[in-house]
């Protein structure tokens, strides 16, 4: 939630992450419509111009599906959290995975709570160029508690929240995720709540981002995490189809 925000910064913010993949295509509609050009026979001209049309309608269906998710969706301003807690939580934990985009808006709609930060960023065993180029552009300001996926420095059943928003998907090792819950589940108070907020790989990611959505885990994989980290799922809903959270407690 940064001041002076325009209603197309998140999607531009994609676009700056992903920048080589939207060059790329743009590269490929060209060539495309220059071979569609060429004096060859019709039917070779039309599969071009067909072929740049389809490459050009993916990109730009990418681009509005990310308008959609963080431009014109709850998750603009994260105040649906408001909606998950009685109470102010006096304890939030904030997991990021090297690019922050929720510290900001947490300390505005919980201006009481204390408010920690985990950075798994320099535990990824894997890094995505776009995730590198993320935290390049956008270095975290809140500074970190924690930079690996477990051994927290937080007593045990002393956090009232955690929320993790489109970090853990790059944590790929499967038993590493489960880490990544089980350090959850040890901190959370009783009646205490996860949020997972999550892309998911499922038919509508893959209309809007083509095979991008293989970088997504399905949400059967979410949920084998919780129950291996005999986590419950309290809620489950989405966010635009594009997008699942999971409400999760003890």
């Excluded at 920048?19 to 039917?43: E, H, K, M, R």
């Excluded at 709609?109 to 798994?120: G, S």
């Amino acid at each position: 939630m940064r001041e002076g925000r325009n209603d197309f910064d998140g999607m531009l913010r994609v676009v700056r992450f992903n920048w080589p993949l939207y060059a790329t295509a743009a590269l490929v509609v060209l060539a495309l419509l220059l071979l569609a050009a060429q004096p060859v026979f019709a039917g070779v001209q039309a599969v071009f111009l067909l072929s740049s049309i389809l490459v050009l309608l993916q990109t730009l269906l990418s681009l509005l599906a990310s308008h959609w998710v963080y431009d014109r969706s709850a998750l603009r301003d994260w105040r649906f959290l408001l909606d998950l807690v009685s109470e102010q939580p006096l304890c939030i934990v904030n997991v990021h995975s090297g690019y922050d985009e929720t510290s900001g808006a947490l300390h505005q709609l919980f201006a009481k709570a204390d408010i920690a930060t985990v950075d798994l960023y320099p535990a990824l065993g894997r890094r995505e160029p776009s995730i590198v180029r993320a935290r390049k552009l956008y270095p975290p300001v809140a500074k970190s508690i924690c930079e690996t996926i477990s051994d927290w420095p937080l007593s045990d059943s002393s956090v009232d929240f955690i929320l993790i928003a489109f970090a853990a998907h790059e944590v790929r090792d499967p038993e590493q995720r489960e880490l990544l819950f089980r350090q959850a589940h040890r901190v959370l108070k009783p009646a205490g709540r996860i949020v997972l907020v999550e892309h998911v790989r499922d038919f509508s990611n893959f209309v809007a981002f083509s095979f991008g959505f293989m970088h997504f885990l399905p949400l059967a994989e979410w949920i084998r995490c919780v129950g291996k980290s005999n986590l419950k799922i309290a809620k489950q809903y989405r966010i635009t189809p594009l997008v699942a959270v999971l409400e999760l407690c003890r």
